[in-house]
């Protein structure tokens, strides 16, 4: 199942930036999706498992070899093992530009973020465009699967394709299961991690219950028995490689007292269902972390769809004043948005006085139900699939 806005995002790329990268954690779908737009192109195509020895030993002389790949989009899969290729894609490239060769000269996948990879960036600046490619997410999901998709099943499982296409809940634990394990014992090491998976897998435990809040990075190093530095450099390592976000706080002159704090996700539902041993759907809708489960879901499929013209926090002021998500739209304008598992939710005090001090142009409380609805002072209650949808036809209005 290949991500359709993904796919025509990528084959745009291809056709006017010479260096393209797709982003995204680990069994995502970025190979998939490498190799089935470059079947579009119509350009000869060479792919390379960096993590592969018989590949990676190919680049012992990288820029003889690459020379001998004129005329072809190169795949490089797992591109930060070898960081160094970087630079010299730099002189390639504007080898290639002066020799009239511009666009689709290669294709770099990824675990690792932007921020990680920040060779690319700066030694390929002005030359390389960033996609980011999420597990399924709910706006594709219903968009391909109709009257058949089941958004219970995807919050209880996740959007890994393995684990959301698994052939019963058993099955998709146990790849769950089996992805935590290889990850940390394997895949982080492998990508220069030093840090022992006993001690990654105890944090990423502790993390899942701080889900939807903010870390007290003290706390949570007695708890460890580590150190506040080692504990935040665990947890950016963990948001560098996709399996954490770290949603800011809002930033603004206010004559109030601010958290400034990040919140802490698990990005992917099922990981983080995994990580609190909820196996079905059953255990989820009698867990305590029921709601907060709920919000990241809700969160991290509204993030999915907006576009880097968007900015997006929470808002928490010392007194608990709060909103789940404050949203600046391209023009400027903000909207404020609760996220509530309830169908029928009932606002406080406390939200209307957030709207007033963010000057939310747009009041948004998004459910779980189907219904939409006003209630007073401007506010709107809609399920989270009307709400993405909103979110969908506001980034059309703004291109």
């Known amino acids: 199942m290949v991500q359709r806005h993904l796919q025509e995002n990528l084959l745009a790329a291809l056709h006017s930036m010479p260096v393209v990268a797709i982003l995204g954690p680990r069994q995502a779908g970025k190979t998939t999706l490498a190799l089935h737009v470059s079947g579009l192109t119509g350009k000869k195509t060479a792919y390379f498992d960096l993590e592969s020895d018989a590949d990676f030993n190919k680049f012992t002389d990288a820029e003889a070899f690459l020379k001998r790949h004129r005329d072809t989009l190169v795949i490089l899969d797992e591109v930060q093992r070898k960081p160094d290729l970087f630079r010299l894609l730099r002189g390639i490239v504007d080898e290639r530009k002066r020799n009239g060769e511009k666009a689709g000269q290669f294709l770099l996948l990824g675990s690792a973020s932007r921020d990680l990879l920040q060779q690319s960036s700066e030694s390929l600046a002005g030359r390389i465009r960033y996609l980011e490619l999420s597990p399924f997410s709910f706006s594709e999901l219903q968009q391909a699967e109709g009257l058949d998709f089941q958004p219970e099943k995807l919050w209880l499982r996740g959007g890994f394709p393995d684990s959301y296409m698994a052939t019963s809940d058993t099955e998709s634990w146990n790849w769950r299961h089996d992805f935590i394990s290889t990850y940390l014992e394997r ?58 976000r770290q949603l800011p706080p809002f930033a603004a002159n206010l004559k109030k007292r601010l958290v400034k704090s990040p919140k802490i996700y698990l990005r992917d539902s099922g990981i983080l269902h995994n990580l609190l041993n909820v196996s079905n759907i059953d255990s989820l809708l009698s867990h305590p972390g029921l709601g907060a489960s709920w919000e990241g879901f809700a969160v991290e499929n509204i993030l999915s769809l907006l576009d880097s013209r968007w900015s997006f926090s929470y808002y ?33 005090r406390g939200f209307y006085e957030a709207c007033r001090d963010v000057n939310a142009a747009r ?37």
């Open 316 to 348: 928490r002021t010392a007194t608990q004043i709060e909103l789940d998500l404050v949203l600046e739209l391209p023009f400027g304008e903000i909207w404020a948005v609760e996220i509530k598992r309830s169908a029928v939710p009932k606002p406080g």
């Open 363 to 399: 009041r948004w409380i998004v459910t779980a139900g189907t219904d939409r609805y006003p209630l007073p002072d401007g506010v709107e209650v809609l399920g989270l699939a009307d709400f993405l949808r909103v979110i969908a036809d506001s980034n059309r209005l703004t291109k």
């Open 187 to 244: 895949d982080l090491p492998q990508m220069g991690v030093g840090i022992a998976p006993n001690n990654l897998r105890r944090m990423w435990r502790m993390l899942a219950h701080y889900h939807g809040n903010q870390v007290n990075f003290s706390e949570l190093g007695r708890s460890l028995e580590m150190s506040h530095p080692t504990v935040k450099f665990h947890i950016d390592i963990l948001t560098d490689f996709y399996m954490l």
